[in-house]
């Protein structure tokens, strides 16, 4: 075992998987010599040379267009986009097009697409730069959407995103880049669809999703000391969902709170608890809480940010309100 | 028109009463106020009166059958009028009437605006989950109270209950059983739930004792004070009432039901008077002994053991100075009235020994400030020393 960051766990599931595949293209802004505005990519231009790790125009639209071409053509490719509020720039790609080209053209192709693009939520980035879009995402049928929370579920799904043949939307989160976990030496990957449980309990479940997840096990710790027993679970990807894993949980503890960094209203939040309800309604001991955040625009003041924005606090508060 | 004749909910604690047996049969003639049935509950014998006048079309429940309060024993209409079938569990487990207009058993019942349930009926909120547990475990939700948000019974609560079923199961359940039950289960709820403070006064009451004399034997002091507080009630209306801890909020009463605390070989039992207002003492001299002979019998009337809206406790002849009863919920108040004794009293600047006693009342602080408890005590002294 050896412990790396979460940006250096996504990077070596990439370098891994461009090892194996030689038709592997990675594109982006700044993604080659550079090595990403992140620092994901550093060292592949190196290693895998300009051919397969290509810079590109300030053109979102045009990165995940070419990448879909490339993909169709049987190069598989990992288009990054510097934040997932760019992701609305090349949006009917990413919806219009890599999800519905396999279906309309009879199988006759398929889109081994993966777009990387990282939720900044928390950092003070400003209006445009700081919002969690996975709930546009998941609303399309054919998309993928992929949020890990640790380094050791992050290379794991990387992997798994680039070896799919269909597209997938891997959000990333900036907060948890110099995040370290332990990843084993040998390779591995994660399915899809499979729910990790980060921490069992009995009293309540906590769904929480992506860069939220520290802030969650944290109220689930702080609860612990208050004899309230948090089970946090993390879908890891949202669509596909593993729902069972989250039910079997609530039939439990009768009680779901769902916690993510995005808006609230339309969130991903309201359709696990939707499904949760449809599934488990007879286990509730109350209704299920959301918590995430505000439906206001996000400030560059990080004040005001942290004002807007889902916390310990209100997390441990969701998990006691089933209580008077 | 076919009414329903049901079990009255008596008090919040009684989970289940014995009908004992029926005083009318069906085809019999009954007139509004008949004794339809004779129920045993934890603390006396009471007789179910009709609402309306009919014939008892139809008795539901078997004599010696446990039923939970809201249960409809019996069916009374005019004889030409057809039987609806109905469950008699159905009004224990559900808020509404099933005779009802939005609700019609079956529309060759033509049954119409129905005499509404005796029982004043609360809404009950649960979770699915406690729901299902308690339909699986067959507990009565209507005497469970919730400790979820908005007083919803959650599984908890419902868990509990059945524990405490079991336990009284285990316990077994003669009648002084139930009745101390009864009494621990309502102390130990007035103690644990409701912030009690306490205010009092002492009262000069060489006036009554005049009075009393006069009035002749059968009038004691109690029904003195009750008059007082009849009296005195009216202008200070957040002190009668009922706390609903589903809303947090004082539901005030016009009515002023006065129930006495009577100490009797079957345990305490708090039977109500009639609404106070507008009433004589001799007529309530004679409905107090009326009643407190029936509390000692063990034959109340549900009427008399409906929730009163305020209680008295009159500790009666002795020494005791003053003493403070705790509150009987959901009532938001209750008056101990120590022993009248000889005391030094300051009257007019001199020092003069006169009858007297201590009047402590006890106040739900979630209801009552202190102020409005002020206001009724200096009020009540005033009626009682003129």
Redesign the interface.
Known sequence: MRELTYAQAINEGIREEMRHNGKIVVLGEDVGKYGGVFGVTRGLYDEFGAARVRDCPLNEAAIVGCAIGLAIAGRPAIAELEFMDFTTFAMDPITNQAPKLRFFWGGQVSVPLVVRTPIAAGLGFGTQHSQSLEAWLVHVPGLKVVMPSTAYDAKGLIKTAIRDPNPVVFAESISLYSARGEIPDEEYVIPFGKADIKRKGDDVTLVALGPIMPKALQAAEELAQQGVDVEVIDPRTVAPLDIDTIVNSVKKT?RLVVAHVAHKTGGVGAEIAQQVVERA??????PPVRVAAADVPIAASQRLEQATLPDVAGMMKACL???? | MISEVAIPVMDQTTETVLLTRWLKQEGDAVRTGDAVCEIETDKATVEIEAGTEGVLRKTLVEPGTRIPPRTVVALVGPASDIVPDIDPDYNAQKTTPLLSNDNPVTTAHAVDSPTPAPAPTREIRISPRARRLAETHQVDLASIAGSGPDGRIIEDDVKAAIEHKNQVAATGGGTDARVARAKAERVSLSWRTIPHFHMEVTVDLSQIVSRKSAAGSRVTFTDFFALALAQTLPHHPVLNGHWQNDAQALTMIPAIRLGLLVQTDRGLVIPALRDLRGRSLADIAAEREQLVNQAHAGTLTATALQEPTFTLSNVGPGHIDTFTAIISPPQVAILSVGSIQQRPLVVNAELVIRPAATFTLGVDHRAVDGRQAAAFLEQLKTNLES
Not at chain 1, 281 to 286: E, K, P, Q, V
Request: proline share 0%; charged share 25%.
């Open positions: 009768g309604f007879d286990s509730l001991d109350g309100s089933f209580r008077q």
